[in-house]
């Protein structure tokens, strides 16, 4: 989660931040307030509907792994086009919010701007979708990844 500080906003914290085509970014967004929407079966069938489909991310980006927590939402994010990944990420979230809003009552749906890390060449993508999607496991959510619903991966496909 990016964090605001007084007279700094999220801009700030990206200035001097690069977007690379090519590059996979491990990518977190929290839920507004941080507050549990997608513990409700509806909204996070909807949203998880919507993010997971190419569209969410194309022409600009290919989303590798993802995984839909009751209060915030991770996923590996690989830069294909010439977009920033804050434009991507920030589309994502608008599309994705649209999609529930009729279960929301109004309410928002995302905090303010995301968290992200850059994947080196050296590091493994299999280790970090894996710690990606098992993070409902860890949570204690399941018992066994393939009881939680709300998860993909390309390799699966």
């Not at 906003?9 to 990206?14: C, D, E, I, K, Y």
């Not at 928002?108 to 493994?124: E, K, M, Y």
Request: net charge positive; aromatic share 10%; proline share 4%.
């Amino acid at each position: 989660m990016a964090f605001s500080y007084p007279g700094s906003g999220h801009q700030a914290l990206r200035r001097g931040r690069r977007s690379e085509s090519g590059r996979i970014y491990l990518v977190t967004t929290t839920t507004h307030r941080r507050e549990p929407h997608f513990s409700r079966w509806e909204a996070a069938s909807r949203l998880s509907a919507v993010l997971a489909t190419r569209s969410a991310w194309s022409p600009h980006a290919e989303l590798l792994c993802w995984v839909l927590m009751p209060d915030h939402w991770h996923g590996l994010v690989r830069l294909t086009g010439g977009a920033t990944l804050a434009h991507v990420v920030g589309a994502a979230k608008g599309r994705s919010a649209h999609a529930v809003r009729g279960v929301m009552a109004g309410r928002p749906v995302w905090a303010d701007g995301f968290h992200d890390r850059a994947l080196r060449q050296d590091d493994d993508v299999l280790v970090a979708a894996r710690y990606i999607i098992t993070n409902p496991v860890r949570a204690g959510l399941v018992s066994r990844l393939r009881d939680y619903p709300y998860w993909n991966a390309v390799w699966l496909d």
